[in-house]
């Protein structure tokens, strides 16, 4: 088939790669020059396991195309995808601007009939907004052509992207009851088909409860991360190992084992921001969603639990104190570091007056920028920017791990204790068992697991 996408960011690009993946004829727009030149000369521009091979290879094989040319992409594709960004604005909604923005293009070239999928996140009734705006873009050219919105929303991990949407867990569609929209929800089929040959993993509904569904899921997911760091943090007080309780309640089916994992708060490009959203729908319709706020209230404050077990160990005064930081990225297997809490706590440290130094795994050309705009000149110079795992402990106090990279989870003990001026581990993903820590001579401040201090 032939589809557009709108938007190389994460969620357009790959879906633009992995629809060409699976033999279909597609053409990415971006309006940006330099982000389309790049993807024109073979580059990638995020970090996502196993993209840039796709991509390359669909490209190579002519299936994948790149350009700025809004007309050419309009008339290119039976089935339009708009995968523009959402940024909050400063009230905590969606903003719409990139995703009706798109819409109007669509409807300035349009000729024949087009389905338009709404995949970026965007709060209940934008599918009715999109339709509105396009439809008045067709009819200030007096054109009559024919069109259907439908909601598509991703469900895509960051770090496990490419796999998530090759194997997806379920494909949402919402779409119209009119013949348009019926028309619409065949393409889709067609499209989609290849993910349902063993069993059916669509759902089909209206296009405002699919939209729904979407914010449902993150928050839900959202939920259960705040509501374990909750309970950690008072197991911490109590005496309670967190991740024993994780496996006790995880194995009743009703709960199950994923999203349990207390740790340094949730980050990252879709939690924060759709939980937000989710809120202010519901202001908007006069609904106080107590749960989202309480939520959102225990992540700002579970970010800054590291620094406070820090200060609570080496003092209220860190000037003079060095720290080693592993993991900036929100999470393993990405670059992002949009609302990381690793950013909170080099704040924290900062404002104690300590030094710090710095390193992860893929992350730190863009730590070298997020931090540059969140610190001073003066704050900057007391980051260093470690070129290994190792190199960033040499001369700290003592070692904080914020994110569970897989090249974290067994190091060379020894070595650290032999870096460190105290044996201190201070862990924000609970990577590992507390007795085996004291046993190797650490003092080990895990989240949840109370403080085991060396015998
Ligand atoms: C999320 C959803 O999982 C995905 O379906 C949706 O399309 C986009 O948002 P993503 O933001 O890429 O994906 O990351 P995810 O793996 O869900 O993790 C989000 C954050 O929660 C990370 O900061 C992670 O460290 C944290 N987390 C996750 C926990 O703190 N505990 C957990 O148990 C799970």
């Known amino acids: 088939m032939k589809i557009t996408i709108i938007g190389t960011g994460y969620v357009g690009l790959v879906t633009g790669?992995?629809?060409?993946?699976l033999g279909n004829d597609v053409f990415c727009l971006d309006l940006d020059q330099r982000k389309i030149d790049l993807l024109n000369s073979g580059g990638i521009p995020i970090h996502e396991p196993g993209l840039a091979e796709v991509v390359a290879r669909n490209r190579a094989a002519g299936r994948i195309q790149f350009s700025t040319d809004v007309a050419a992409s309009v008339a290119h594709g039976d089935v339009q995808f708009i995968a523009v960004g959402t940024p909050p604005d400063e009230d905590g909604s969606a903003d719409l601007q990139y995703v009706l923005a798109a819409a109007r293009n669509i409807g300035q070239h349009m000729t024949g009939f087009k389905?338009?999928?709404d995949k970026s996140t965007v709060p209940v009734g934008t599918g009715d907004r999109v339709k509105a705006a396009l439809q008045e873009?067709?009819?200030a050219r007096g054109v009559a052509a024919t069109f259907s919105v439908v909601s598509n929303p991703e469900f895509l991990?960051?770090?496990?992207a490419v796999e998530d949407f090759m194997r997806p867990d379920r494909i949402v569609i919402g779409h119209d009851k009119t013949p348009e929209g019926q028309k619409a929800a065949a393409m889709?089929?067609?499209?989609y088909a290849p993910f349902n040959r063993n069993?059916?993993?669509?759902?089909w509904m209206d296009v405002r409860s699919a939209e729904f569904t979407k914010y449902a899921a993150n928050s839900m997911l959202a939920t259960r991360i705040s509501f374990m760091n909750e309970l950690a943090n008072l197991a911490d007080r109590v005496g309670v190992d967190i991740e024993a309780v994780r496996h006790g309640i995880g194995s009743?089916?009703?709960?199950?084992?994923?999203?349990?994992?207390?740790?340094?708060g949730y980050g990252g490009s879709c939690f924060p921001k759709d939980v937000q959203a989710l809120e202010r729908t519901a202001r908007q319709y006069d609904q106080d969603l107590l749960i989202l706020r309480a939520v959102e209230a225990v992540n700002d404050k579970q970010k800054l639990v590291l620094g406070q077990k820090v200060v609570k160990r080496f003092g209220e005064d860190l000037s003079g104190h060095h720290f080693a930081i592993w993991g900036l990225a929100f999470k393993p297997n990405t670059d992002?570091?949009?609302?990381?809490?690793?950013?909170?706590?080099?704040?924290q440290l900062l404002d104690a007056g300590a030094t710090v130094a710095v390193y992860d795994p893929v992350a730190m050309e863009e730590a070298k920028r997020v931090l540059a705009l969140d610190l001073s000149a003066d704050e900057l110079a007391r980051v260093r920017f470690a070129s290994s795992p190792i190199d960033a402990l040499s001369g700290a106090e003592a070692l904080v791990i914020v994110t569970e990279w897989k090249a974290f989870r067994s190091p060379d003990f020894v070595k650290i204790k032999t870096l460190l001026k105290h044996a201190v581990i201070f862990d924000g993903r609970n990577l590992f068992a507390p007795e085996a820590m004291v046993e190797a001579g650490f003092e080990y401040h895990g989240i949840g697991r109370s403080i085991l201090t060396r015998s």
Do not use: N, Q, W
């Open 336 to 347: 992002d570091m949009r609302e990381a809490p690793a950013r909170v706590l080099v704040r």
């Open 17 to 21: 790669a992995c629809l060409a993946e």
């Open 188 to 191: 889709m089929k067609k499209l």
């Open 115 to 117: 389905v338009i999928v």
């Open 157 to 160: 991990k960051e770090g496990a």
């Open 252 to 264: 009743d089916p009703r709960i199950g084992h994923s999203f349990l994992y207390a740790g340094a």
């Open 137 to 139: 873009a067709l009819t």
């Open 199 to 203: 069993h059916e993993r669509t759902f």
